[in-house]
């Protein structure tokens, strides 16, 4: 395919995101003319500067041919990226516009959860000050961005109606900080021990897991429980090569909430995950992924129960944050035979007023973006476009150089630019 064709399309992107961008800035919502508008300008900038560096890549030879992934890959992966991302932004603002009373009221109680829950990881000093973007979508997920300090998570529609199904952003949260806090990936990965090879594809939800018990306590065991139940056996017994396997992933839960003395609620949940086993054939073993082994459930209980200690390790600034505020956990321990199901009636009860949390917002300064919370001077203030790793400094690079394919994929995909969720309802673009 010709280059001009992707010319064209490249500034059909360029034109829509800055029409939307003018519109948003004259929008009455406050998140719409603050964050969305902010937002949309550093996308634009970023996928212009990503255009540019790979047409001068290949157009000046800087950049080595690939067998497996040709220009029009190159060029296809950019521009989806970018297109989908504008989506997303085109999405939020209606809602946010348009939406009946129940969805604006729903949107913002799930920015103060999102925002309280990032927080968190700003206050153990794992992540700069950073801002919230909520949105309905089809399923709770998390759209994990480089070009801004934004943890844009969706949301389900039935929020507006069943509290519950607040809970989710909590554990995406999780993947926001795993993906954004620098070094924590490959000190996680290095602590792991490699056996059993297949437990390391679960680490990056395992962290989310345990980052979202830190946040939400003992509701979101019970909750994850119920996420699990709801898929067929297939899924339920299936192991995707990223998720811990469902049949087991409750026992992490588990061992999260004793480990955080949560006793009470463990052990309540613990009998409630087994006697729910039973109504779905209670069974022993899966396949794990990418190969034929045939892996018990007490193997994958073991497994999933022993990253627990190295993932609190990681996260020890942050369970030290909890144990001098108990009281910030959006849900707290059962008494001595209470039903399972209460936290889910105390967390209802809770949402209603809590939590008491001033959500950020993103604004322009210029050629620049920073984090604004109430009247407070911007923080965390960075060029538009940039991503503040490595990537910045090599499309910076004016001089000859030939760059592999094992390094402009890296600058293509910008740091696993994708959607994550907590149900299997996600796909790496790029």
């Known amino acids: 395919m010709t280059q001009s064709i992707w010319d064209k399309r490249a500034s059909a992107l360029e034109q829509i995101l800055s029409f939307i ?18 937002i949309v300008a550093a996308l634009n900038v970023f996928g212009q500067s990503q255009v540019q560096f790979f047409r001068d890549g290949i157009n000046q030879g800087k950049l080595q041919p690939s067998s497996y992934f040709p220009w029009d890959y190159v ?9 989908n991302d504008t989506a997303v932004y085109q999405q939020t603002a209606a809602q946010r516009l348009s ?89 996680l990965y290095r602590a792991l021990p490699m056996d059993p090879l297949w437990r390391e594809p679960w680490l990056e939800e395992m962290f989310a897991d345990a980052f979202g018990c830190l946040v939400a306590g003992p509701v979101l065991g019970l909750d994850f ?22 049949m087991a992933r409750p026992y992490f839960y588990n061992k999260m909430l004793q480990e955080l003395g949560f006793t009470e609620a463990a052990n309540a949940l613990a009998e409630r995950w087994e006697a729910a086993l039973l109504t779905r054939n209670d069974p ?46 959006w849900s707290q321990d059962l008494a001595p035979g209470e039903s399972p199901e209460l936290l889910y009636d105390r967390f209802d009860q809770w949402v209603q007023q809590n ?51 094992t390094a402009w994929t890296e600058i293509l995909s910008a740091g696993n630019w994708n959607v994550k969720g907590p149900d299997g309802d996600n796909g790496t673009k790029g």
């Open 99 to 187: 939406g009946s009373p129940e969805m604006q009221a729903t949107l913002t109680k799930a920015d103060q959860l999102a925002q309280d829950a990032l927080n968190l990881a700003v206050d153990a000093k794992l992540l700069p000050v950073s801002c919230v973007l909520t949105y309905f979508n089809k399923t709770a997920d998390i759209h994990v961005i480089p070009y801004a300090p934004v943890a844009v998570v969706g949301i389900s529609f039935t929020a507006t109606n069943a509290p519950r199904d607040y809970l989710a952003i909590a554990h995406e949260v999780g993947h926001h900080v795993f993906r954004h806090t620098p070094g924590l990936a490959k000190k």
């Open 75 to 83: 060029w296809q992966t950019t521009l989806t990226q970018i297109a």
């Open 21 to 38: 961008q003018q519109q948003y800035a004259a929008a009455p919502d406050p998140v719409v003319n603050t964050t969305v508008k902010s």
């Open 225 to 246: 429980q119920d996420l699990m139940l709801d898929d067929s056996l297939e899924d339920f017994i299936g192991d995707d090569g990223e998720h811990p396997v469902e």
């Open 284 to 329: 022993q073993y899966f396949v794990a992924a990418g190969s034929d082994e045939l892996v018990s459930r007490a193997e994958a209980k073991e497994a999933l129960e022993t990253a627990v200690p190295i993932l609190l390790d990681a996260l020890k600034d942050v369970l030290a944050l909890r144990q001098q505020t108990p009281a910030a956990y």
């Open 355 to 405: 939590p008491q949390v001033t959500v950020a917002q993103l604004e322009e300064f210029g050629d620049d973006i920073g984090v604004v919370i109430g009247a407070s001077q911007p923080q965390n203030i960075r060029r538009k476009g940039t991503v503040q790793t490595w990537i910045d400094g090599l499309k910076s690079l004016t001089a000859s150089y030939q760059l592999p394919p």
